[in-house]
C-alpha cells in the first residue's frame, strides 16, 4: 500500500520558483515510475512530467518543457519538481504519481495518488 505525500505547494509570483516535493512511504519506490500532473479548476487532470524507476528518461509536457525539472532520489524515497519561471497558467493543484512500471505518463496508468498541493501564481 504506497502513500505519497506532496509538499512544497504555495503561493508565489510570476516568473518566481517553487520546487515541490513527494515523499513515498512503502518499498517499491524504486521500482515505480514516477509522474506529476496537475488540475486547474474546472479542467481535467494533465500530465506534467514523469521520470522513469531508474531516474534515467525523463519526459515533460510542452507547456513546462524547459521550465520544470523531474528528479528523484530512490535513497530518501523522494521525487522532485522544480518549477522555474512560474506562469498563472501554471496555477492548479499538482499531484504526485506512481505506477509499478517503467514510465508513467497518463493518467490512466497511475496507480497511486498523492493529496495533492496547491500552486498559485499571482502576476
Known amino acids: 500500500q504506497a502513500q505519497l505525500v506532496e509538499s512544497g505547494g504555495g503561493l508565489v509570483q510570476a516568473g518566481g520558483s517553487l520546487r515541490l516535493s513527494c515523499a513515498a512511504s512503502?518499498?517499491?519506490?524504486?521500482?515505480?515510475?514516477m509522474g506529476w500532473f496537475r488540475q486547474a479548476p474546472g479542467a481535467d487532470r494533465e500530465f506534467v512530467a514523469a521520470?522513469?524507476?531508474?531516474?534515467?528518461?525523463?519526459r515533460y509536457a510542452l507547456s513546462v518543457k524547459g521550465r520544470f525539472t523531474i528528479s528523484r532520489d530512490n535513497a530518501k524515497n523522494t521525487v522532485y519538481l522544480q518549477m522555474n519561471s512560474l506562469k498563472a497558467e501554471d496555477a492548479a493543484v499538482y499531484y504526485c504519481?506512481?505506477?509499478?512500471?517503467?514510465?508513467?505518463?497518463?493518467?490512466?496508468?497511475?496507480?497511486?495518488w498523492g493529496q495533492g498541493t496547491q500552486v498559485t501564481v499571482s502576476s
Open positions: 521520470i522513469s524507476s531508474s531516474g534515467h528518461l525523463t
Open positions: 512503502g518499498r517499491t519506490f524504486s521500482n515505480s515510475a
Open positions: 504519481a506512481a505506477a509499478r512500471s517503467v514510465f508513467v505518463s497518463r493518467v490512466g496508468e497511475v496507480e497511486h
